[in-house]
């Protein structure tokens, strides 16, 4: 069974340009979560989508967005990049209900110069 | 406010000295606590997910426990491999995960 597939794995930007992630859940779940991993901050919830649906969403401002498609994959955007958006992107796939397993990808590398 | 803390940031153990994380945890209804590891420059790889008071896992040299406060994970025997980041999370209301920032093990022979 494959895992969780993120791309691309790492991406230099420059401050103000837009990005967008994307994720490949495992098959079969259709919630998939993003988050932020900064050595600072750790790692923190971006937002969770099932059946193209955002149920949750972070303290994060309105340049992180996201959306789910049909088949379950999910990208992210960026707009407006600022230095401190460097991080690692994680996302995390479940079957969809409470108490579920979650399963991370590898992760995006973000490096905003 | 839901709080995770990991305890300690930083562990060096010598291979085959047994030790103990520790996950403290301040949520409202405490659905799930979750533990990964993760190597650098990867993604948590799952370990545990413990639900009630009482609750114990055991996977290999590890062995997760649960109280009403706080999660242990204990490493018994340990070798240079388990060497990583050890994270505990948890999940309340809401599909979020919690994340603690964390206990950087290092395992030397």
């Known amino acids: 069974k494959a895992g969780v597939t993120q791309t691309p794995r790492y991406l230099i930007k420059t401050r103000g340009q837009q990005v967008t992630l994307s994720c490949s859940p495992i098959?079969?779940?259709?919630?998939v979560s993003w988050y932020q991993q900064t050595p600072g901050q750790g790692l923190q919830f971006l937002f969770e989508y099932f059946s193209e649906t955002q149920r949750n969403k972070g303290n994060f401002p309105g340049r992180f967005s996201g959306r789910q498609f049909s088949n379950s994959r999910s990208e992210m955007n960026v707009s407006t990049l600022e230095l401190g958006d460097s991080a690692l992107y994680l996302c995390a796939s479940q079957p969809g209900g409470l108490n579920t397993e979650a399963f991370f990808g590898q992760g995006t590398r973000l490096t905003v110069v | 406010e839901d709080q995770v803390t990991q305890s300690p940031e930083a562990l060096r153990l010598q291979e085959g000295e047994s030790s103990s994380l520790n996950c403290s945890y301040t949520v409202s209804g405490l659905r799930g606590l979750f533990w990964y590891r993760q190597d650098p420059g990867k993604g948590p790889e799952f370990l545990f997910t413990?639900?009630?008071a009482g609750e114990e896992k055991e996977k290999e040299r590890l062995k997760a426990t649960l109280t009403k406060k706080e999660s242990f994970l204990h490493i018994t025997a340990p070798k240079p491999e388990d060497s990583a980041t050890y994270l505990c999370a948890v999940q309340a209301s809401g599909y979020a995960l919690n994340f603690g920032k964390g206990t950087s093990l290092l395992v030397t022979p």
């Open positions: 413990l639900y009630s």
């Open positions: 098959s079969g779940h259709r919630s």
